[in-house]
C-alpha cells in the first residue's frame, strides 16, 4: 500500500497567487481531512469529507479556502489569492468510515512569501 | 476550552529512563483513544490506540481513566529514537454515524538525552 500521497512537498509562492494541494487517499479509505499545522496553532482541521461528500468545513479560514473531492480517492485545497499568513505544513489524511485513527500524508510545506 | 489538553513539555530525560505523558478530554462521551507520534518535519504516525483502560506495547503502555477523563503513555526504559512530540487524540463520536473527525492535543515534546 502507498500511502496517503501529497504533492507537491514542498511550495513557495508569491503573495496573491493560487496555490492548490493534492492528496490521493488510500484505496479502500472513505473518510479524507485536511488539516493545517504550525507552531503558534498545532494542527487544526480544515475540512473533511466522507464518501467525497463535505461533512464539515468550519474550520476553512475563509472564502480564499476551498476543497473539492471529484472521485472516491483523490482531493485538492487550493488557496487564492494567498497570503504569508497561510504559510504552514498542509497535512490530509484518511480512515475508513469506522476507522481506527488516520493515516496521515507526508505533507505539503507551504511558504507564501 | 480545548477538547484534548496536553502539557507541552518540553520533557528532556537520560537514556533508560522512564517518562509519563498525561491528556485530559473534555468529552466525556469520547469513545477511543490513539496517541500519535510526530517526528520533526514529520506526519504525525499511530503510535497506539487505547482500549477500554489501558494497553502495553514493549515499552510503551497507555492507560485510560474514564471517571477523570484523562489518558497517560508511559515509555520504559527511553531510547534516543524516542526523542519526538507526542499526540494525544480523542474521537468524541462513538457510534454516531457520519461524524468521524478526530480531536488532536497540541502535543508533548520529549528529547531524550544521551
Known amino acids: 500500500d502507498a500511502g496517503v500521497i501529497q504533492s507537491p512537498r514542498h511550495e513557495v509562492t508569491e503573495m496573491g497567487q493560487e496555490v492548490t494541494l493534492r492528496c490521493k487517499l488510500i484505496s479502500g479509505h472513505n473518510s479524507l481531512f485536511w488539516y493545517r499545522q504550525t507552531m503558534m496553532r498545532g494542527l487544526e482541521l480544515l475540512i473533511y469529507f466522507n464518501n467525497n461528500v463535505p461533512i464539515d468545513d468550519s474550520g476553512m479560514p475563509e472564502d480564499r479556502f476551498s476543497a473539492k473531492m471529484p472521485n472516491a480517492s483523490f482531493s485538492t485545497l487550493k488557496i487564492q489569492p494567498s497570503e504569508p499568513r497561510d504559510s504552514a505544513v498542509y497535512f490530509c489524511?484518511?480512515?475508513?468510515?469506522?476507522?481506527?485513527?488516520?493515516?496521515f500524508g507526508s505533507g505539503t510545506r507551504l511558504t507564501v512569501v | 476550552r480545548k477538547e484534548v489538553e496536553q502539557d507541552p513539555g518540553p520533557f528532556n530525560v537520560p537514556e533508560g529512563a522512564t517518562v509519563a505523558f498525561n491528556c485530559t478530554y473534555s468529552?466525556?462521551?469520547?469513545?477511543?483513544f490513539f496517541w500519535y507520534r510526530q517526528d520533526c518535519r514529520k506526519e504525525p504516525k499511530l503510535l497506539m490506540s487505547v482500549y477500554s483502560s489501558g494497553n502495553e506495547d514493549g515499552r510503551f503502555t497507555a492507560q485510560l481513566n474514564r471517571a477523570s477523563q484523562y489518558i497517560s503513555l508511559l515509555i520504559r526504559d527511553s531510547k534516543l529514537s524516542d526523542s519526538a512530540t507526542y499526540l494525544c487524540?480523542?474521537?468524541?463520536?462513538?457510534?454516531?454515524?457520519?461524524?468521524?473527525?478526530?480531536?488532536f492535543g497540541t502535543g508533548t515534546r520529549l528529547t531524550v538525552i544521551p
Open positions: 489524511a484518511s480512515s475508513t468510515l469506522t476507522g481506527n485513527g488516520y493515516t
Open positions: 468529552n466525556s462521551a469520547s469513545q477511543s
Open positions: 487524540v480523542a474521537d468524541p463520536w462513538g457510534d454516531q454515524t457520519g461524524a468521524n473527525n478526530l480531536f
